[in-house]
């Protein structure tokens, strides 16, 4: 599956954005869809994941702030941020599992197969 990350930009602190990621193939349903980040030398990691069977999962860095959703129909996952914080800044990346990784509620880099290239959320305070 390949993976088309888009939406980032500028944003002042307090304000929203809305990530989208577009899959391609025909079995978009069958992935689980992720959320990671990466600030400057910092390793990526998890920020949020929407599961095969509809269970979401969020780090406690974004819990009530961002939310995940998918649309199936158009092979899309989407994280809608609000009340952004500077610390947010940092590369997003959309990533997909099918296997063991679709699994988890709490995955690492490692356990996600496929990726897209990434788009930036600056947030200015």
């Known amino acids: 599956v390949q993976l088309q990350a888009s939406g980032g930009g500028l944003v002042q602190a307090g304000g929203s954005l809305r990530l989208s990621c577009a899959a391609s193939?025909?079995?978009?349903?069958?992935?689980?869809m992720g959320w990671f980040r990466q600030a400057p030398g910092k390793e990526r990691e998890f920020v949020a994941n929407i599961r095969r069977s509809g269970g979401i999962t969020y780090a406690d860095s974004v819990k009530g702030r961002f939310t995940i959703s998918r649309d199936n129909a158009m092979n899309t996952v989407y994280l809608q941020m609000n009340s952004l914080k500077p610390e947010d800044t940092a590369v997003y990346y959309c990533?997909?599992?099918?296997?063991?990784?679709?699994?988890?509620?709490?995955?690492?880099?490692?356990?996600?197969?496929?990726w897209g290239q990434g788009t930036q959320v600056t947030v200015s305070s």
């Open positions: 193939g025909r079995t978009f349903s069958m992935y689980a």
């Open positions: 990533a997909a599992d099918s296997t063991i990784g679709a699994m988890l509620r709490t995955p690492t880099v490692d356990d996600y197969d496929y």
